[in-house]
């Protein structure tokens, strides 16, 4: 009887998602949402140099073959194998040095980040930002929630556990118990080891919030203090950040506006796979990954990529940005800076990484997610008093945790594929 209760809850999940899936299947476009920052468009080339910024520029097939060909001539000599192993050792010395020498003035903060990310806010939030700022009828389409049959879903899997496991469930590993069943664990000698756990589990920071946020790589906080300043009195809130630097972590919390109620930021090094996070897995709603796993060497992504989709709770969503294939900044490095193909070193020591979409597709899809939004941005940067244009080039993604696959299956995929 108990499997066939468990068959008809999936059956019922899984014709909910169906029934939803043309409104979340308006998400899955490579056009860039029609927010201020994507809505400039230069139509007149004599009026170039009347705004610091263009969006959606088009490349024509000169200016592709002119890029391909400066990164090929700056790829020619490779930085010696001896300083691309130090560059991977010491890379935690020369971010601590970046933020050491340049504080918090180096990066402006992203207040851009809720009109390309909504998903970052808890869905009542979202729907108050629609209303405030979506005033046509085709950006509010653009604009629909992708967590549109989430609560739904979660409400029929809640009445399901309630009905055969009783109240006050809790959950430890993955396991679903309720009250009479943790207290078992605790009394029982064999599972004195998860009762510490379950204990654990209960008192990690932001325990008691029902909407949590992780940015990876929070630098000195230019995510992190828009963020807050939005969340700060919602309840129910709470914002995990962390860095490789610990420089970086200091910053963000000697911030005026840091406040450990609404926000915990440690220090992480996300390459660690045996490194524990300060809060178990499948609890996060969001993860924002911008400009960050461009600075990971690139054999070392994927397994950052599949630890991270552990932590998103199913119909968690991950943001991503970072930089694109041809970008300005690749094509300026000179000789000598490559340490492999479309990976370079700064003068500082940090690295960077240039994308392409379907990269971004592979790796986010081997860690068992899905697709969401995945779209080449390219913009025309204009630096009106020297009169110089620059290409800018980056990919935004949203990737998502399905609803209905178990830890047991996404951990499979990702392994399976991990040294393909």
């Known amino acids: 009887m108990g499997s066939l209760n468990k068959m008809n809850f999936i059956t019922r999940l899984s014709a909910l998602c169906l029934r939803k899936s043309k409104l979340q299947q308006r998400h899955q476009s490579g056009r860039r949402p029609a927010v201020p920052l994507g809505s400039r468009i230069l139509t007149d080339p004599s009026k170039v140099f009347e705004h610091n910024m263009w969006d959606h520029m088009q490349w024509s097939q000169e200016e592709e073959e002119n890029a391909k060909e400066k990164a090929a001539q700056n790829s020619l000599v490779k930085v010696h194998w001896e300083d691309q192993d130090k560059y991977e050792r010491e890379a935690n010395k020369y971010w601590n040095e970046f933020y050491k020498t340049h504080k918090n ?19 009542k939030m979202r729907e108050k930002l629609k209303t405030e700022e979506r005033s046509s009828e085709h950006t509010k389409i653009n604009s629909i929630d992708s967590f549109s049959c989430k609560n739904e879903m979660f409400e029929e899997g809640e009445k399901y556990w309630k009905k055969n496991y009783g109240g006050g469930s809790t959950s ?3 396991c679903v118990y309720n009250k009479t069943q943790a207290k ?7 599972g004195k080891n998860c009762g510490e756990e379950l204990g654990r589990l209960e008192s990690f920071p932001g325990s008691d919030a029902s909407y949590r946020i992780l940015e990876v790589g929070c630098g000195a ?18 914002l995990y950040c962390c860095d490789f630097s610990s420089g970086a972590v200091e910053l963000v919390k000697s911030h005026s506006s840091y406040n450990s109620a609404w926000c915990s930021a440690f220090v992480h090094d996300v390459c660690d796979d045996a490194l524990p996070y300060p809060f178990p897995d499948e609890i996060l709603d969001v993860i924002l990954l911008v400009f960050v796993l461009s600075t990971i060497h690139p054999d070392r992504m994927q397994r950052v990529v599949n630890r991270l989709a552990k932590l998103l709770k199913p119909g968690g969503m991950l943001l991503f940005r970072d930089y694109g294939r041809y970008d300005t900044a690749q094509l300026r490095f000179k000789k000598g800076h490559c340490l492999s193909e479309n990976f370079y070193v700064r003068g500082d020591g940090t690295r960077v990484y240039f994308f ?19 779209l080449v941005d390219r913009r ?23 609803l209905l696959l178990s830890q047991n299956n996404l951990e499979e995929t990702a392994e399976s594929h991990l040294y393909i």
Do not use: Y
Request: proline share 7%.
């Open 184 to 190: 078992s664990l605790t009394d029982n000698p064999q």
């Open 221 to 238: 906080g230019n995510s992190v203090f828009p963020i807050l300043k939005v969340l700060c009195n919602t309840p129910g809130t709470f």
């Open 356 to 374: 392409t979409k379907d990269e971004i597709w592979n790796m986010f899809n081997l860690a068992g997610l899905t697709e969401v939004q995945n």
């Open 105 to 123: 003035n180096f990066f402006k903060d992203r207040n851009w980040l809720f009109l390309e990310f909504p998903e970052i806010l808890p869905e």
């Open 172 to 174: 430890v590993q993955g």
């Open 380 to 402: 025309l940067q204009v630096n009106r008093k020297k009169k110089v244009k620059m290409q800018r080039v980056w990919i935004q993604s949203k990737f998502q945790k399905p």
